[in-house]
């Protein structure tokens, strides 16, 4: 598992991209999302790890406060300036960044491990791709703590498919010979025992759905450059990699001039 240090820092470079590019979660996940776990507009969610907010926007209109845990100081800003008008505060008392939708964005500068916030405070905690940067046992403890009694955990992560069409058979070729430690931290390292462990003793379900996004040829290069692996502007392998990308698009590119990527989004769900 990356360091601490490492896994904070690590997107730091990238948040532009990230904001424009990186997938959604679909609409009948949050539906279900609800229905599990019961929320209503009176629920308090802890989204730990969100990022830019992609999975605290969603959340917003079906609860009354979304906690926003972030400890990367550019991902919390651009979550805070896409969600709301303020600054994040570093600690529990957070900032109150207005509303989207019914919910208040409340933005929190900690970590997975020490959220900051209050015992038996929240109904839900969330973390969508994410958990695989968290100290497991240490995330695990500090979630029971904030959890109200009969509270649920929900880890959810875009997989990116990567062998149902010729073009994502190629992409993943791609980055197996040109993206920086790929290998090591794409996410699908977490697998089945080690969310199994997480939830236990109790049980859990895992719960799938289809999803897409389709790129020109820009938002495929952003696309892949918002991935921490990925070499950017100025590290050494950029423009082999972005060159690459050019003759992967050329290569694949459909009548609309578009490449598709397909996911399939794990909801994993349960009660600690």
């Known amino acids: 598992m990356p360091s601490a240090t490492d896994s904070t820092r690590r997107f730091t470079d990238r948040v532009a991209n990230y904001v424009r590019y990186r997938p959604a979660y679909p ?140 073009f994502l058979r190629s992409y993943e070729a791609l980055l197996q010979q040109h993206a920086r430690d790929y290998g090591r931290v794409k996410h699908t390292n977490v697998d089945e025992t080690a969310i199994a462990a997480f939830f236990a003793p109790e049980r859990h379900e895992c719960i799938e759905t289809a999803n897409e996004q389709r790129f020109d040829l820009d938002g495929l290069v952003g696309r892949s450059l918002s991935s921490s692996y990925a070499p950017n502007p100025g590290q050494p392998g950029h423009e082999a990699f972005v060159a690459a990308l050019r003759n992967l698009f050329a290569a694949h590119a459909e009548a609309d001039g578009r490449v598709s990527f397909r996911y399939r989004t794990r909801l994993y769900f349960g009660r600690l």
């Not at 009948?28 to 605290?56: N, Q």
């Not at 917003?60 to 845990?69: E, G, I, K, M, S």
């Not at 991902?75 to 207005?98: D, K, P, V, Y």
């Open 27 to 166: 609409a009948a996940l949050l539906e279900t999302l609800r229905e599990r776990a019961r929320l209503t507009p009176a629920s308090v969610v802890a989204d730990v790890g969100s990022g830019t907010g992609i999975l605290a926007a969603l959340l917003l209109p079906l609860v009354r406060r979304v906690y926003a845990v972030e400890p990367n100081d550019a991902m919390r800003a651009a979550a805070e300036a896409w969600l709301g008008s303020g600054h994040g505060a570093g600690n529990a008392a957070g900032t109150a960044n207005g509303t989207r939708g019914a919910g208040e964005f409340v933005s929190v500068a900690a970590t997975a491990e020490a959220t900051t916030l209050p015992e038996a405070s929240v109904d839900l905690v969330t973390a969508g791709q994410a958990f695989h940067w968290f100290d497991h046992a240490a995330a695990r403890r500090e979630f029971a703590r904030i959890l109200r009694p009969g509270g649920h955990v929900a880890l959810v992560w875009n997989e990116r498919e990567t062998d149902t069409t010729p």
